[in-house]
């Protein structure tokens, strides 16, 4: 070591430092100018032991001993020694001691070999008032003691790992929780490899301390270690210790065990897996569903057209008709929710909105809550506007609403009470409010009734059945309808009201313009080809059309269609989807591989929106769902008859394409 160049750089430095050499008598290296001022031979320092300079005084025996001891710990444990006392300063021209007392920190520097080579020791003056220098060192040294107290409780205490490691890379402090991972009682002087660390670990540890003590910043990470308590999982965050000059002295770092952490988020993770998988599950399982309850659907509506078409005007099955008819439609409604039962818990429900006539509705409402009033022997009454009342709303949904209400009036009503229907207009505005004289409910829990799930204080009625989410969709209905509903009671025993309010369009009293649900009055002259694998969906289907004037060719799978497409001729083919032999999809990439250019419709029990992609890809023009309402259909087709998209079939017998 050039010692001439080192001293040079001491003495451009601030403060009091000295640089010793770790043998005995501690002869001088270097020393900062501040305390080459205050020794004894200020102009012949270097080389000479360092209490030659610096004598003891007379007044604080001991002082020598004390300094040479924290020398000595650095020597031993290879760490950095703070060490506070009074050590007077000799004033060479008095010969007299004067009282001083001083803080120092004494770090060691190794040698390639591991050893302590040098010691630096660096004091600050504690400027305490003269002639109390012992009381004060004493309350300093107390004071000091009570610090590291309140620190060390605190760091001991908590479950975190709390280390400082020199920028020697060789440990000065860890916690008692890190001791006890690290198996070991005392930590100063040690480097990663002696506390128990796989090599390329402390490598690691080496690299990332010294990126701090270069950089000045901190740095985190993530890793694990076998320990006294096993393989766990440590986040780490290692961070710069600054003296009062701004330079790095020491590297701190904390450490926490995330194991049990990361453990809970796997879980979390897999089970928001199994969450997905349920829900994919839950939604190819609901379009199943729905799909196989369209099925019989089908033919039930075409059945009920066909009875409308072969019965008199006057007959008395008309009315039986219609009540079939409105309640398939609540089937097929139903069935359509269980495509995305998630809409409804959203509130996310799209409306058909019609114009509807209030009597219409009430009844269809009356008809489905029927046999709950009958069962209960309730006694309905029912209050109407006299004149003919027209909504713009969906006919379905609005007969829902007054279901629930209904339902719930009789639900929770004792066997042979009053419930009570009443429509009022008034303000733009009309007020339908269903009344019981049943079980009631405290007020306060009415608001509750329209949460999902949620039946309240009337769940303590013996007769509960269902899920409790009757209120709750029915104001999400009535929202949609621009509309609100609200409840009250007079409390337990006395009742309740539910009051929808929907908005009145204007001229809404008179007839219906367009909004009877009669089929469609048309006479096609179409040839059609329909194909469907249930026989008794396709076999009803092709009677409604024959009645409504087309020529209808039925088979019942896929492979016919292509068999006897040329000999039919047809203007339309409809094709079922899940059919044997041939699926649909496969039939309309044939018809379209071979140059058909005819209006293909997929009639099919699968309605979600990639099914619809998908008959669109496979070359069809329309996508309906089952089950059909066949004045939907019988139109569609009258519209591709009009639009004369047919050209002269003598070459190839081949269609126009759809428009």
């Known amino acids: 070591m050039d010692t001439r160049h080192l001293n040079r750089v001491f003495e451009s430095l601030q403060g009091a430092s000295v640089l010793l050499r770790a043998v005995p008598g501690f002869p001088v290296v270097a020393m900062t100018r501040q305390l080459r001022g205050i020794s004894v031979d200020p102009g012949n320092a ?103 107290r309140i620190y060390e409780t605190a760091l001991n205490n908590t479950p975190d790992f709390v280390y400082i490691f020199g920028i020697d890379h060789r440990a000065i402090y860890a916690n008692d929780s890190l001791l006890k991972v690290w198996g070991v009682e005392d930590v100063r002087g040690k480097t990663w490899v002696e506390l128990g660390y ?114 008199s005007a006057d007959s008395p099955h008309v009315q039986i008709h219609a009540v079939l008819e409105r309640q398939v439609d609540h089937l097929v409604r139903l069935v359509d929710d269980l495509m995305d039962v998630s809409r409804i818990t959203r509130g996310n429900v799209s409306l058909q909105l019609e114009p509807v006539e209030l009597k219409t509705v009430v009844e269809s409402a009356v008809e489905a809550v029927r046999p709950e009033i009958d069962a209960g022997d309730h006694r309905l009454s029912i209050e109407l506007p006299e004149s003919s009342l027209v909504l713009q709303a969906d006919r379905v949904r609005l007969a829902q609403i007054l279901t629930n209400l209904l ?103 008179g007839a219906l313009t367009g909004a009877s649900r009669t089929d469609a009055n048309l006479r096609l002259g179409l040839r059609l080809l329909l194909a469907d694998d249930d026989v008794d969906a396709g076999n009803s289907l092709a009677e409604v059309l024959r009645l409504s004037g087309a020529e209808v060719h039925f088979v019942d799978n896929g492979a016919d269609v292509l068999a006897q497409f040329e000999r039919i001729d047809p203007d339309v083919v409809i094709l079922d989807i899940g059919m044997p032999r041939m699926t649909g999809y496969e039939v309309a990439c044939a018809l379209r591989a071979r140059g058909v250019d005819v209006p293909l419709i997929a009639l099919t029990g699968w309605g979600q929106p990639a099914d619809r992609e998908r008959a669109f890809a496979a070359g069809f023009d329309h996508h309906l769902v089952k089950p059909i309402a066949i004045p939907t259909l019988v139109s569609l087709l009258a519209s591709l008859e009009s639009s004369d998209r047919r050209s002269d079939k003598s070459d190839a017998n081949l269609a126009q394409p759809a428009g």
């Open 46 to 148: 270097l080389g000479r032991p360092y209490f030659e300079l610096f004598p003891e005084s007379p007044q604080a025996p001991g002082s020598v001993a004390a300094l040479t001891a924290s020398f000595q710990r650095v020597i031993r444990t290879r760490s950095t020694d703070i060490h506070a006392q009074r050590f007077d300063i000799l004033d060479p021209s008095t010969g007299q001691f004067a009282e001083r007392y001083w803080s120092a920190i004494n770090s060691p520097i190794l040698n390639d070999a591991g050893e302590v080579e040098y010691i630096l020791h660096q004091a600050e003056d504690a400027e305490i008032e003269r002639g109390h220098g012992s009381m004060a060192l004493d309350a300093m040294t107390a004071q000091s003691e009570h610090r590291r």
């Open 198 to 311: 796989e090599q390329w670990h402390a490598d690691m540890h080496d690299r990332e301390l010294a990126q701090v003590i270069a950089t000045r910043a901190p740095i985190r990470g993530e890793i694990p270690f076998t320990g006294t308590n096993g393989r766990r999982i440590y986040d780490y965050i290692f961070a710069p210790v600054f003296d009062a000059s701004g330079n790095v002295v020491a590297v701190a770092g904390t450490t926490r065990d995330v194991t049990d952490r990361q453990a809970a988020e796997q879980i979390v993770r897999e089970h928001a897996d199994r969450l997905a998988e349920a829900d994919r599950a839950k939604d190819e399982f609901l379009a199943t569903l729905s799909h196989e309850l369209r099925n019989p659907l089908a033919p039930l509506r075409n059945g009920i057209q066909i009875l409308r078409h072969t019965t």
């Open 407 to 509: 339902n719930n009036a009789a639900k929770y009503s004792e066997p042979g009470t009053d419930i009570a229907l009443r429509a009022l207009v008034g303000d733009g505005e009309l007020l339908l409010a269903v009344s019981d004289t049943g079980m009631g409910m405290e007020p306060s829990e009415i608001p509750h009734l329209f949460e999902m799930f949620t039946r309240g204080g009337r769940g303590r009625s013996s007769n509960q059945e269902g899920l409790g989410i009757g209120l709750a969709l029915s104001r999400r209905l009535a929202a949609l309808h621009g509309g609100s509903i609200d409840g009250s009671s007079g409390g337990p025993g006395k009742g309740s009201t539910f009051t929808l309010r929907l908005p009145v369009p204007d001229s809404a009293e």
